[in-house]
């Protein structure tokens, strides 16, 4: 970890969360999403600027505890990008998967462009055009 940040293997509380993807750009979630939907993480991580106690990032992985897995809300607050807490957060999340899981773990993303490089370096490749993202969002 960066020095003056903390990991915790943990999802962050309810209202970190929101804040947290909202400052990062991330498309707003309500509350009862939030609470609803933290406990089902099957990992997750966040991390806190030891100086301010504020949670400034954070990742998380939905799985089947087997073979399938997706990393999901991979965000840093702006005032701390670009100091090493992405990479940080998507190795812990790498490393639960590979200790906890049976070998052969498949592990997907959706990659926006702020995270392409990082999760480039940590082994992601594309899947198009064999495979292509499609996303459904209920009303
Ligand atoms: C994607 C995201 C989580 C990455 O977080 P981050 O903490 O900035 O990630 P890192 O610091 O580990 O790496 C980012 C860059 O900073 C560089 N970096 C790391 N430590 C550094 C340092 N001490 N000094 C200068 N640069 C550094 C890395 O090499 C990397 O460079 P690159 O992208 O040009 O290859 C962050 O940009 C973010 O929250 N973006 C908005 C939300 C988003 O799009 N999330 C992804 C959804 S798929």
């Not at 707003?28 to 939907?37: F, I, R, W």
Request: proline share 8%.
């Amino acid at each position: 970890m960066p020095v003056g940040y903390a990991l915790v293997m943990d999802p962050p509380p309810v209202e970190d969360y929101l804040r947290l993807r909202a400052d990062a750009g991330l498309s707003p979630k309500t509350e009862e999403q939030a609470v609803a939907g933290l406990p089902g993480s099957w990992a997750a991580c966040h991390v806190v600027h030891e100086v301010t106690d504020q949670v400034v990032g954070m990742g998380r992985v939905l799985g089947d505890g087997g073979w399938y897995f997706h990393v999901v809300d991979m965000a840093v607050h702006p005032g701390h990008q670009r100091r090493g807490l992405g990479d940080a957060i998507l190795t812990a999340l790498l490393e639960r998967i590979r200790v906890s899981a049976p070998g052969g773990a498949y592990v997907n993303l959706l990659a926006d462009p702020p995270g392409r490089r990082l999760y480039a370096r940590h082994g992601f490749a594309e899947t198009a055009p064999g495979s292509v993202g499609m996303a459904l969002t209920l009303g």
